[in-house]
């Protein structure tokens, strides 16, 4: 599904982000990239997202070739992988429901249909009575629940996911983490840099280890190590 091969990221000559990172994560995969700070994990989400370009290599999603990318092809690709964040990325002073609606509305979806769309993912993630609150009043495991409905509501294939966890309590973290794993489990692929040894000992899954921009070990299923 999502293929690097031999991709790096270079800056400048005293800071290469990424070094010829090889690997291929498969469609409905739950991977996560772990690694001190500035090792390289944010670099690989954004090359997903073409929010950055690798300076060599080549990076594939499905049947696109980002060698080969266009404007169109750069808007239906951010349609299908979304990105969620430590910071949340909502506006604070809209309500929960307006939240997940505005991703909806950028695809131009239909009034109603986005509206039902919207309502459903509120209630995946046991937040539809908080429709009408403004977001600043949720708690941060709350309102990164919101950031997952915004996800759901897209239909999107890949969520990437940058230190979910991050700004949480430990209990609003697993609890963020048990929806993650029931998104997995319901066919979508997840991407997640973390540093959070709890998280990673109890998914059990893949993990793939940076350690100065180079992948240093990529187990199935992996262990919190840093190198």
Same mark, same amino acid.
């Given at each position: 599904?999502?293929?690097?091969?031999?991709?790096?990221?270079?800056?400048? *000559?005293? $800071?290469?982000?990424?070094?010829?990172?090889?690997?291929?994560?498969?469609?409905?995969?739950?991977?996560?990239?772990?690694?001190?700070?500035?090792?390289? +994990?944010?670099?690989?989400?954004?090359?997903?997202?073409?929010?950055?370009?690798?300076?060599? !290599?080549?990076?594939?999603? @499905?049947?696109?070739?980002?060698?080969?990318? *266009?404007?169109?092809?750069?808007?239906?690709?951010?349609?299908?992988?979304?990105?969620?964040?430590?910071?949340? @990325?909502?506006?604070?002073?809209?309500?929960?429901?307006?939240n997940v609606m505005m991703g909806l509305e950028?695809?131009?979806?239909?009034?109603?249909?986005?509206? +039902?769309?919207?309502?459903?993912?509120?209630?995946?993630?046991?937040?539809?009575? $908080? !429709?009408?609150?403004?977001?600043?009043?949720?708690?941060? !495991?709350?309102?990164?629940?919101?950031?997952?409905?915004?996800?759901?509501?897209?239909?999107?294939?890949?969520i990437l996911a940058d230190e979910p966890t991050?700004?949480?309590?430990?209990?609003?973290? +697993?609890?963020?983490?048990?929806?993650?794993? @029931?998104?997995?489990?319901?066919?979508?692929?997840?991407?997640?840099?973390?540093?959070?040894?709890?998280?990673?000992?109890?998914?059990?899954?893949?993990?793939?280890?940076?350690?100065?921009?180079?992948?240093?070990?990529?187990?199935?299923?992996?262990?919190?190590?840093?190198?």
């Amino acid at each position: 599904m999502i293929i690097f091969k031999n991709v790096s990221r270079i800056f400048n *000559r005293d $800071h290469t982000a990424l070094e010829r990172a090889t690997f291929e994560i498969k469609d409905g995969e739950f991977v996560l990239l772990i690694g001190r700070s500035g090792a390289g +994990k944010t670099t690989i989400l954004k090359l997903i997202s073409r929010a950055d370009v690798p300076t060599h !290599g080549q990076i594939l999603y @499905k049947n696109l070739n980002y060698d080969h990318i *266009r404007k169109k092809d750069i808007v239906q690709l951010r349609r299908k992988i979304v990105s969620i964040f430590q910071d949340f @990325k909502l506006l604070m002073d809209q309500s929960v429901f307006d939240n997940v609606m505005m991703g909806l509305e950028i695809l131009g979806k239909p009034m109603r249909e986005a509206q +039902k769309k919207a309502e459903e993912a509120l209630r995946q993630v046991d937040l539809y009575h $908080h !429709g009408p609150i403004l977001a600043r009043f949720l708690s941060g !495991g709350e309102k990164q629940r919101v950031a997952i409905a915004r996800a759901i509501a897209m239909d999107a294939e890949v969520i990437l996911a940058d230190e979910p966890t991050g700004n949480l309590d430990p209990i609003s973290g +697993k609890e963020v983490m048990d929806l993650m794993k @029931k998104i997995n489990a319901q066919g979508k692929t997840i991407i997640m840099a973390t540093h959070n040894k709890e998280v990673v000992d109890m998914l059990k899954t893949r993990v793939i280890t940076l350690s100065n921009g180079r992948i240093a070990k990529d187990e199935t299923p992996g262990k919190f190590t840093l190198v």
